[in-house]
């Protein structure tokens, strides 16, 4: 099966850089997959990643290393609407359902 | 645009009582997902289906169940709500691309309480 590790909580401000880590244990690997949650939304899909090495998206970067089973999603030029939680997913069971961090609540302060 | 909604967005039930939760997806997917969400333990498999007849149970699927007759829907039944029921229920789908899934779509959310 996966397991995934997220820290519970991080603060930054306005303008900053954050980075949110994400460790993992899985018995096949299927990539490693970020999801945006606004309080009272759904999750949404932020990024995915298969191979080594970063993904850029916008003000959002994930990377992996497989080879240490850990990640991160880093967010830039940080803004209030970044106030989230933010959980990392990888697939399981041959590659078809996604299992998911605890997830990572961000807080922005002005 | 295709879309993934659920039904009702909201519901008050007492302890004992079947209720179902709709969940209808507009992508054509094969694979549908329900997960519940609860404060400290993220979001957390009930059940999931590969296509129209088939079912499987996921980490958490006791007093759960789930039916799938056509590809866009995926109902999720309590057949005798408990309150350690009470939860944000999500629907999910997704659709495997190079062999497996990258990318799940979820609905709104319903938020049971049970009474």
């Known amino acids: 099966g996966q397991s995934l590790e997220q820290p519970s909580e991080v603060t930054a401000v306005e303008g900053a850089i954050v980075q949110i880590n994400c460790t993992y244990q899985t018995s096949g690997f299927y990539g490693l997959s970020w999801y945006q949650q606004h309080d009272g939304g759904a999750p949404t899909f932020l990024s995915y990643?298969?191979?080594?090495g970063l993904e850029e998206t916008g003000r959002f970067s994930s990377f992996l290393s497989r080879s240490d089973s850990y990640g991160y999603l880093l967010l830039q030029e940080l803004q209030m609407k970044d106030s989230a939680s933010y959980f990392c997913?990888?697939?399981?069971?041959?590659?078809?359902?996604?299992?998911f961090g605890p997830g990572t609540r961000l807080s922005v302060l002005p | 645009d295709a879309e993934i909604t659920q039904s009702p967005r909201h519901k008050i039930i007492e302890t004992g009582r079947q209720v179902t939760l709709a969940c209808h997806q507009t992508?054509?997917?094969?694979?549908m997902f329900w997960y519940r969400q609860d404060l400290g333990h993220g979001l957390r498999l009930i059940h999931y289906s590969y296509g129209v007849h088939d079912t499987n149970k996921g980490e958490v699927s006791d007093g759960y169940s789930v039916s799938r007759s056509n590809t866009e829907d995926l109902p999720l039944t309590l057949e005798s709500a408990a309150s350690s029921q009470t939860s944000v229920y999500f629907c999910?789908?997704?659709?495997?691309?190079?062999?497996?899934?990258?990318?799940?779509?979820f609905g709104q959310g319903t938020r049971l309480t049970v009474v």
């Open positions: 990643n298969a191979l080594d």
């Open positions: 992508w054509n997917h094969n694979n």
């Open positions: 999910a789908s997704s659709e495997a691309t190079g062999g497996w899934n990258t990318e799940a779509f």
């Open positions: 997913a990888a697939p399981d069971n041959y590659g078809q359902n996604f299992v």
